[in-house]
C-alpha cells in the first residue's frame, strides 16, 4: 500500500495514451515580450524642433503676407485665421483626435475679455511686423518679458532677482543697439538729407510705435489670461477655442467699420500675380496657431521646464535668421550683434527663472499658493502673434 502510493506520488506524466502510443503534451505556446521601441513622442528633440519650426512657420509666413507695401486688411487676415482655427479644431473633434469643452455662454462671458485683449495683441503684432524686419521685431518683442514681470510683482506678488535685473538691461541693450542699426542702415542706404531716408525712418518709427503698443498689449493679454484661467480651468483646447471664436465677431465688426472694402482696395491687397499665393499663406498660419500651440504643451510634456525655457531663448536666433534669408533684412555688424544680446538675455532670463524656482521649492513647505511665472510664458505666446 505504501509502495503504491509512493509510485503514485512519484508519477510522471508522459503524455496522452493513443492505442498502445503515448504522445507527449506540447507546452502552451509562449509568445516573447515585446521589446518596447523608443516612440517619438518622448523624444525629446522632436517637440523642441516642431516648437521652433512653428514659430519660424507663422512669423514669415505673416510677414509674407504684410510684406506688400499695399496690404492694409490687417482685421480681415486675422479673421481668416481665426475661422481656420475654430473650423480646424472642430474638425479634430468631430473625428475625435482631441477633446475640449461645448460651447458655454457664461464661460464665454468670463472669457470675453481675455479675448479682446488677444484681438489687440495679434492685431498691434501684425502692425509692428508689417513696418518692422523680423530681427529687430523678435528682439523688440523681448521687452515684453520686463513688463509682464513687473505686472507680475504688482498684482500678483512676484519677485525680480539680480540675475533677473541682468537679463533685462541685455533686452534694453539688444532693443537699442537693433533701433540704432536700422537707422543708420536707412542713412547709409538713402542719404542723410534724401526723402527716401525721411520716409525709410518714419516707417520705422511707425514699427517702433506699434512694437511698443504690442509689448504692453501681450503683458495684458498674458496677465489677464492667467487671473480668468482661475475662474474657467481651461486646458489648452478649450483657451484655443474661446480664443479664436470669440475674437471672430470682434475682428468682423472692426474689419467692417475700420477697413476700406472697395474693389479698387482689394485690389491692392490681393493683387493678382500673388493672390493665390496669399490666401494660401492665410490659411496655413491659420492652421499654424494650432501646430504651435501643441508643438508648445508636447515640448512641456517631453522636456524639463529647464530644457523648454532655454528652448524658448535660443528659439529667437533662428527666427531672426529667417528674417535676414527670406526677407533680405539687412546684415551688418549692428544688427548681427543685436542679434546676439537679444538671444543672449533670452538665455540668462531663463537661467534666471530657473534658480528662482529651485530656490522657491527649498525653501520648504509654501504658506501660500505657488505662483506660475506668466512672464517666462510670454516668449511663447509672443510667437503667436
Request: contains cysteine.
Amino acid at each position: 500500500m505504501a509502495d503504491g502510493k509512493k509510485r503514485d506520488d512519484f508519477a510522471i506524466e508522459m503524455g496522452e495514451r493513443n492505442g498502445e502510443r503515448y504522445e507527449p503534451t506540447r507546452p502552451a505556446f509562449r509568445p516573447a515580450p515585446a521589446i518596447p521601441l523608443p516612440s517619438i513622442v518622448n523624444n525629446p528633440i522632436v517637440p523642441i524642433l516642431c516648437y521652433c519650426a512653428s514659430s519660424i512657420l507663422m512669423t514669415v509666413l505673416n510677414k509674407f503676407v504684410l510684406s506688400g507695401l499695399d496690404f492694409n486688411l490687417n482685421f480681415f487676415l486675422l479673421c481668416v485665421q481665426g475661422f481656420v482655427c475654430v473650423l480646424a479644431i472642430q474638425t479634430m473633434k468631430s473625428l475625435g483626435f482631441i477633446t475640449y469643452r461645448d460651447f458655454n455662454a457664461d464661460e464665454a462671458r468670463k472669457w470675453f475679455p481675455v479675448s479682446l485683449l488677444l484681438v489687440g495683441m495679434i492685431y498691434t503684432g501684425t502692425k509692428a511686423i508689417q513696418y518692422l524686419s523680423i530681427p529687430v521685431y523678435t528682439i523688440f518683442k523681448n521687452l515684453t518679458i520686463i513688463i509682464t514681470a513687473y505686472g507680475e510683482v504688482l498684482w500678483f506678488g512676484g519677485s525680480v532677482t539680480r540675475l533677473t535685473l541682468f537679463s533685462f538691461g541685455l533686452i534694453v541693450l539688444s532693443s537699442i543697439v537693433a533701433a540704432w542699426a536700422d537707422i543708420q542702415h536707412a542713412l547709409q542706404s538713402y542719404g542723410h538729407s534724401s526723402t527716401e531716408a525721411s520716409t525709410k525712418i518714419s516707417t520705422l518709427n511707425a514699427g517702433y510705435m506699434w512694437m511698443l503698443i504690442n509689448c504692453f498689449c501681450t503683458s495684458s493679454y498674458v496677465l489677464g489670461m492667467r487671473k480668468r484661467i482661475k475662474l474657467t480651468n481651461f486646458k489648452d483646447f478649450d483657451t484655443m477655442f474661446y480664443n479664436n471664436l470669440l475674437a471672430i465677431p470682434i475682428l468682423v465688426i472692426c474689419s467692417l467699420i475700420v477697413e476700406d472694402w472697395s474693389s479698387v482696395n482689394v485690389a491692392k491687397n490681393f493683387p493678382a500675380d500673388t493672390r493665390n499665393n496669399i490666401i494660401f499663406a492665410m490659411i496655413v498660419t491659420g492652421l499654424g496657431t494650432i501646430f504651435i500651440s501643441y508643438a508648445s504643451a508636447w515640448c512641456v510634456r517631453a522636456t524639463s521646464a529647464a530644457t523648454y525655457s532655454m528652448a524658448g531663448a535660443l528659439n529667437k536666433i533662428p527666427i531672426a535668421i529667417s528674417g535676414l534669408v527670406f526677407f533680405d533684412a539687412p546684415v551688418t555688424l549692428p544688427s548681427v550683434s543685436a542679434i546676439a544680446i537679444g538671444s543672449l538675455s533670452g538665455i540668462v532670463y531663463a537661467i534666471a527663472k530657473l534658480k528662482q524656482s529651485q530656490q522657491s521649492k527649498n525653501v520648504g513647505l509654501p504658506t501660500t499658493a505657488p505662483l506660475v511665472s506668466a512672464s517666462s510664458k510670454s516668449a511663447m505666446d509672443s510667437m503667436r502673434s
